[in-house]
């Protein structure tokens, strides 16, 4: 509770004097001590000692405390919400101080505006999410074509009658080797595969994030495999790429209005079993 910070924050400066205003870390450990309290109060209250935010106050006590905010947030590189929520709550306590009277229990939630640590951790959690499925979108958009390129190498029929679809749509006598072959339709799946998950995580995904929606989201951009190799069959090189486009943004989109368990039910064999369809 915030009040309670504010009777600590009194208490600490009546117990240390003008010493605790030279001595930041001092009073992060004190503070931290005497009131339940998060590491982002604690470092936008620091920041107002260090930044010299506190000394303005005790300057200049009756100066305009949102001024005094916008340049303890442009000093201390912390957002402005933080800083005005600092500077009140050092104004308050001070004033305190100076009178010799224990500021009364108040609601000061109102004026609490600093982020709690879990939203900050649940955002870096979603970004680490969109990053994951893209990155199994590309993957898997390329595999196909890395595959018939070594399967090429090693002389494998469906290879062969992979290649033959592919250059059937292309320039008329087109023969690509294994290397060429890869290079090309790996790319394309590859930058198909990423473009395709990450559409589908946007359009699917508008509720938070939690480990289902990511579940299903890398389930669902899996199937830009299964989208690159009908891809290429059917469309030559640009299939490599519109294939694993459309399905990984349809699967992952599915995987997050309709869960995991959805895309399951449609995903296809994979890594053996999608040749065999040619």
């Given at each position: 509770?915030?009040?309670?910070?504010?009777?600590?924050?009194?208490?600490?400066?009546?117990?240390?004097?003008?010493?605790?205003?030279?001595?930041?870390?001092?009073?992060?450990?004190?503070?931290?001590?005497?009131?339940?309290?998060?590491?982002?109060?604690?470092?936008?209250?620091?920041?107002?000692?260090?930044?010299?935010?506190?000394?303005?106050?005790?300057?200049?006590?009756?100066?305009?405390?949102?001024?005094?905010?916008?340049?303890?947030?442009?000093?201390?590189?912390?957002?402005?919400?933080?800083?005005?929520?600092?500077?009140?709550l050092w104004r308050t306590a001070l004033r305190h101080?100076?009178?010799?009277?224990?500021?009364?229990?108040?609601?000061?939630?109102?004026?609490?505006?600093?982020?709690?640590?879990?939203?900050?951790?649940?955002?870096?959690?979603?970004?680490?999410?969109?990053?994951?499925?893209?990155?199994?979108?590309?993957?898997?958009?390329?595999?196909?074509?890395?595959?018939?390129?070594?399967?090429?190498?090693?002389?494998?029929?469906?290879?062969?009658?992979?290649?033959?679809?592919?250059?059937?749509?292309?320039?008329?006598?087109?023969?690509?080797?294994?290397?060429?072959?890869?290079?090309?339709?790996?790319?394309?799946?590859?930058?198909?595969?990423?473009?395709?998950?990450?559409?589908?995580?946007?359009?699917?995904?508008?509720?938070?994030?939690?480990?289902?929606?990511?579940?299903?989201?890398?389930?669902?951009?899996?199937?830009?495999?299964?989208?690159?190799?009908?891809?290429?069959?059917?469309?030559?090189?640009?299939?490599?790429?519109?294939?694993?486009?459309?399905?990984?943004?349809?699967?992952?989109?599915?995987?997050?209005?309709?869960?995991?368990?959805?895309?399951?039910?449609?995903?296809?064999?994979?890594?053996?079993?999608?040749?065999?369809?040619?």
């Amino acid at each position: 509770m915030t009040d309670s910070l504010l009777m600590a924050l009194y208490e600490t400066v009546r117990e240390y004097g003008p010493s605790i205003f030279s001595t930041p870390k001092m009073f992060e450990i004190v503070i931290a001590q005497k009131a339940m309290t998060t590491p982002k109060e604690v470092e936008a209250l620091s920041a107002a000692l260090h930044h010299g935010a506190v000394s303005d106050l005790l300057n200049r006590p009756t100066g305009d405390p949102i001024a005094l905010a916008a340049s303890l947030a442009g000093r201390a590189g912390i957002p402005m919400h933080s800083a005005k929520w600092s500077v009140e709550l050092w104004r308050t306590a001070l004033r305190h101080v100076k009178d010799g009277v224990p500021p009364p229990s108040i609601d000061w939630d109102s004026l609490k505006v600093v982020a709690p640590e879990p939203a900050e951790r649940f955002s870096r959690f979603a970004i680490l999410s969109f990053i994951a499925v893209v990155l199994v979108g590309a993957i898997a958009g390329m595999a196909p074509g890395i595959l018939c390129a070594v399967g090429l190498t090693r002389d494998q029929p469906q290879a062969h009658r992979l290649r033959s679809l592919v250059e059937k749509h292309e320039v008329p006598g087109l023969h690509m080797g294994p290397r060429e072959f890869g290079g090309w339709t790996g790319s394309l799946g590859a930058f198909g595969g990423a473009l395709g998950a990450a559409l589908g995580w946007l359009v699917g995904n508008q509720r938070p994030a939690n480990w289902t929606r990511l579940t299903g989201g890398l389930i669902g951009a899996l199937w830009a495999f299964d989208a690159a190799a009908y891809g290429m069959a059917y469309l030559g090189l640009t299939g490599a790429f519109i294939g694993p486009l459309l399905g990984a943004t349809g699967a992952v989109a599915v995987a997050g209005w309709l869960g995991p368990f959805a895309v399951l039910l449609l995903l296809k064999p994979a890594a053996w079993g999608v040749f065999s369809h040619f």
